[in-house]
């Protein structure tokens, strides 16, 4: 297994959805480097992608497309209104237990582009918001 490290772009297949869905794994991005949150353990923020569908709603804020990611096969969403903060040493220890997988760092104007629909998405949560902000050095 290569080298690992929680830091802002890096990606990993996370657990999730629903039941339905057979292989339950969505794409994550790290939006930040470790940062201390108010209890003082260093963290990141954690989006993911979800498929954009015809006639559903979804957040316009950011769409990534097929060649945006080795992941990204369909136009995709980014989910901020389930933007996550996560403890940086959970993280490193869901990838050591094998149940977190790491995938290619995401492409550097693409992750500008979902930082910058992160800020401007009506469904960022403002902890998580204020979080990313103190964490990039924005305020």
Avoid: W
Avoid at 39 to 54: D, E, F, H
Avoid at 97 to 103: A, C
Wanted: with cysteine.
């Amino acid at each position: 297994m290569s080298l690992f490290l929680p830091l802002k772009r890096a990606t990993l297949l996370i657990p999730s959805g629903p039941e339905s869905d057979k292989d339950r794994k969505h794409l994550f991005i790290l939006l930040n480097d470790p940062h201390d949150d108010e209890s003082g353990k260093a963290c990141v923020l954690m989006v993911s992608l979800s498929t954009v569908r015809q006639g559903v709603p979804h957040d316009p804020a950011c769409i990534l497309y097929a060649g945006d990611h080795a992941f990204v096969k369909h136009d995709s969403y980014v989910v901020y209104q389930k933007a996550r903060i996560e403890e940086a040493d959970k993280v490193l220890r869901g990838v050591k237990n094998g149940q977190l997988v790491p995938q290619a760092p995401m492409d550097g104007a693409v992750f500008a582009r979902i930082c910058k629909g992160l800020e401007e998405s009506r469904l960022t949560p403002t902890r998580l918001l204020n979080f990313y902000l103190k964490a990039t050095g924005q305020t």
